[in-house]
């Protein structure tokens, strides 16, 4: 038989295994939406009009909200082919490469699903005015995918670890906090501000660089963590 | 074809527990060979360790391909193995299951083509059941097609006779009878059935 090589075709293959997994089992995404749906109905009948809560505060709520939702659902992608033994399996037949951005495939895609449901809901029971819609999905574009890139590299630090829950906690705080702190404050402009892109091209220039820098960088670590 | 596996002074220990130490041996294409000792002598650990999927302590596995070292990416295309500690994606259909793994090697299979094979182990009709309600012989069985699927030259086996029936044991006699005349096959056992599959390559202590 003919062969394709590279790690290409191996992340789409472990990307399309593992929506199909979750698509029977339904464990990322029962935990991600539950917990981001019931976040945003408490948020939207707490803080709604005439509460008086400012939208700086509102920016912050939502990202909160999409972080720990990520963290509910997303770390799971590695741990779960430790707990169900078929960890070996992959790395028989699938580089660490083709693992690891199949995986963050998956996240990415999972957490874009994810601010699809849960930022029109949010935006509609706090009745949030956006003034630049534009910069108001780029940021969210960016800022989930830098989450998902977060959350699927210290998943993929800690699967191994016995106290996984506690090391993910521990190393997701200083990996998170910086997207999450840009994609809050662009989201504020894009709420707010006038000149909205201008305000903003400092944090989408932080959300990509982060994106770039961290993939490789995750890429190096995961060869040898995965290996054994 | 000439493939060779050379295994240079292996030593592996788990905290301070010596499990090998120091096993040297080299196998050549084609041919079978069988890694004996008893249940705890570190059969297991030196399979896994050849499969690539444990780095020894001390000493290095070579795989050589007419005299030139294979990369990690050559031997992973190279290599298949079946093992009890190495298990299937239990929600998956077994033809789910086997998509994948062909998939993931860039094999351009067609799912005619995977259920020819599911019927080479009596799983055709099953095919479309996941995998979670296969008997440990059933899964046993498409674990073997899992690690065939990409006609392997070296196909490692881990205790491969363990929950089959005759018909089972049958299958694995005839591709190791198969595998042996083209590649490598290396088995680890103490079952008495799979003595005879192959040479000895190695015997560990307790």
Known sequence: ?228 | MNWQIELRRISKVFDERVVLRDISATVTAPGAWTILGPNGSGKSTLLRIIAGLLTPTEGEVLYLYNGERLTAHQRRQSVGMVAPDIALYRPLTALENLRFFARARGLPVQDSDLLRWLERVQLRSRAHDPVASFSTGMVQRLKLLTALVHRPSVLLLDEPGSNLDEAGMEFIRETVREQAQHGIVIIATNDTRELGYGEPLVRLGA
């Open chain 1, 1 to 228: 038989m003919n062969r394709s090589s590279g790690w290409v075709h191996e992340a789409f293959a472990v990307f399309a295994k593992d929506w199909l997994l979750e698509l029977r089992t339904r464990v990322a995404l029962g935990a991600v939406v539950l917990f981001a749906v019931t976040s945003v109905m408490a948020s939207g009948f707490a803080l709604a009009p005439p509460s008086g809560v400012p939208a700086e505060v509102k920016a912050a709520l939502l990202w909160v909200v999409v972080f720990f939702a990520a963290v509910a659902g997303l770390s799971r992608v590695f741990v779960v082919e430790e707990e169900t033994r078929t960890a070996d399996s992959l790395r028989l037949a699938v580089s660490p490469t083709g693992v690891f951005v199949g995986k963050l495939l998956f996240n990415t895609v999972l957490m874009w699903g994810l601010c699809l449901v849960t930022v029109p809901l949010y935006l509609l029971l706090l009745e949030v005015p956006v003034r630049s819609a534009s910069l108001f999905v780029t940021v969210v574009v960016l800022g989930s995918t830098a989450l998902a890139c977060a959350t699927t590299a210290v998943g993929a630090i800690v699967a191994k670890a016995t106290t996984r829950g506690a090391l993910f906690g521990v190393l997701s705080f200083p990996v998170a906090l910086p997207p999450l702190l840009v994609a809050i404050h662009g989201t504020r402009a894009a709420w707010l501000s006038g000149g909205a892109w201008r305000v903003a091209t400092g944090d989408l220039q932080v959300l990509v660089g982060f994106i770039l820098v961290i993939v490789p960088a995750s890429l190096l670590v995961f060869e040898h963590i995965w290996s054994e």
